[in-house]
């Protein structure tokens, strides 16, 4: 005889299977067992002297048509409650005329000030209260080319390449025909582009810079111009657009990882699982990583919000605010493009102005605030462990865990015994993430 609790069971998974068929394949609250500790791996040793810095990238275009020093420094308090340590500045040079298309790393003069943007007199105000509200402030530096109106191409052709001809030629390689490519085989040219970007060090203050195609230069000249920098501001932080290694030797802090990028659009779009991702995305991209310095992680920035927008990169925006939060919990740097903190939905070509509404997705701004401010806590000057299953992914400090499920699956999941949690299993919707304080 069946008990009538067995009965009501079996009538409960009969409605529970007609429903599923009523609803075709659409099986998205599904709860999955994944089993948390099925691929274990330690990936970094205690590095006391490493920074994290989680930077922002203010593009002045999606702040302003004009006076964009001035609007950027009016939403400093929303820029630092994402949790930024270093606010990086967009070139805000003046821009050539000759051959333009418009692109500010077309630089007239490299050290001047686009009045659309503003004036000396602003970025000073800007420089000072972001140190008032705890952050550095990095200028963007264009160190390959310049402008064909530049006043070096009059002044000094010789600071040029040249084709057989004799004629200046843009950048080998390339189809930047807006710009001129330098000569980094003329000692005096090297002396004035070091001489340019220890200005902005003394006249303004500035902690760094995020340098533009940084290997497309000779890496003895960063050998040369980073020492002399810091000479004059030691606690200057400099980071290399580059996915070469090596320029860490030249004395860069930060560089760029897109493969890192690309291996997290792949994970969170199903064709890598997570503990390949961990490997193969993370730890080799991180194992040449000296001490003291770190890999820049993102899920966009203006060349990548040219071509797409991470709501559309990653399966919409609750997976994009979830694959920045495990990018930036993991041991590295990580960068916020002024945009997607509004989940905004639309390419942004950085050669035209494209200003934000802030407010426009206040609620999806303030989880990832929120976000941001857990990451912080965390405490990465120790080791870091992490764990994956088939759906999660845990990050540990000694003080705190991220877990996250990376998949469009709503997963339960046990909680490594190794973090020392009291939490021994969690349920986590798709793309859901949960900090679990020691």
Same mark, same amino acid.
Not at 352 to 364: D, E, I, L
């Given at each position: ?143 390959? $080319?310049?402008?064909? /109106? =530049?006043? @070096?191409?009059?002044?000094? !052709? &010789? ?5 057989? +001809? ?48 940084? $290997?497309?230069?000779? /890496? =003895?000249? @960063?050998?040369?111009?980073? !020492? &002399? ?5 030691? +606690? ?203």
């Amino acid at each position: 005889m069946i008990s009538l609790r067995h009965l009501s069971s079996f009538i409960a998974i009969i409605l529970s299977v007609l429903l599923l068929a009523g609803c075709g394949e659409d099986d998205r609250n599904k709860v999955i067992v994944s089993n948390g500790e099925n691929a274990v791996a330690s990936v970094s040793a205690p590095a006391a002297a490493k920074d994290h810095f989680i930077l922002y990238e203010a593009n002045p275009k999606c702040f302003a048509a004009s006076g964009s020093l001035k609007a950027i420094e009016a939403r400093l308090d929303n820029i630092k409650a994402l949790g930024v340590d270093i606010l990086w500045i967009m070139p805000i040079y003046p821009q050539g005329q000759k051959n333009s298309v418009g692109s500010p790393y077309c630089v007239k003069d490299y050290k001047a000030v686009n009045p659309t943007f503003g004036t000396l007199a602003d970025f000073k105000s800007l420089v000072a209260a972001t140190h008032a509200k705890g952050m550095k402030l990095m200028l963007d530096w264009v160190p390959n $080319h310049t402008s064909w /109106d =530049n006043a @070096w191409i009059t002044e000094h !052709p &010789e600071w040029y390449t040249k084709d057989g +001809s004799g004629n200046i030629i843009h950048p080998a390689g390339t189809n930047w025909a807006d710009v001129a490519d330098l000569n980094y085989d003329n000692a005096q040219m090297r002396a004035a582009m070091i001489d340019a970007m220890k200005y902005w060090i003394t006249e303004c203050d500035i902690d760094g810079y995020r340098c533009d195609y940084a $290997h497309g230069v000779p /890496d =003895n000249f @960063w050998s040369e111009a980073i !020492p &002399e920098l810091k000479s004059v501001k030691n +606690s200057i932080v400099m980071l290399a657009e580059s996915d070469y290694d090596r320029l860490f030797n030249c004395g860069f802090d930060i560089i760029f990882c897109r493969a890192f990028k690309s291996a997290l659009v792949s994970l969170y779009n199903g064709r890598t699982k997570p503990a390949a991702f961990m490997t193969n995305g993370y730890q080799a991209n991180i194992a040449s990583v000296p001490a003291g310095c770190t890999k820049l992680f993102f899920i966009t920035n203006h060349d990548d919000a040219s071509e797409n927008c991470p709501v559309d990169q990653f399966p919409g925006a609750d997976a994009a605010l979830s694959a920045f939060v495990l990018a930036s919990a993991l041991d590295c740097s990580s960068l916020i493009y002024s945009s997607q903190e509004i989940a905004y939905d639309k390419k942004i070509n950085f050669f035209n102005n494209a200003a934000m509404n802030w407010g426009a997705n206040s609620t999806y701004t303030k989880r990832y605030e929120q976000a941001m401010q857990s990451v912080k806590k965390l405490n990465r000057s120790g080791a870091m462990q992490s764990f994956t299953s088939d759906h999660a992914i845990f990050v540990g400090y000694d003080n705190g865990t991220l877990a996250v499920n990376v998949t469009a699956e709503e997963a339960k999941i046990a909680v490594p015994t190794a973090l020392g949690l009291t939490t021994k299993s969690l349920t986590l919707a798709p793309y859901e993430f949960v900090f679990l304080e020691k």
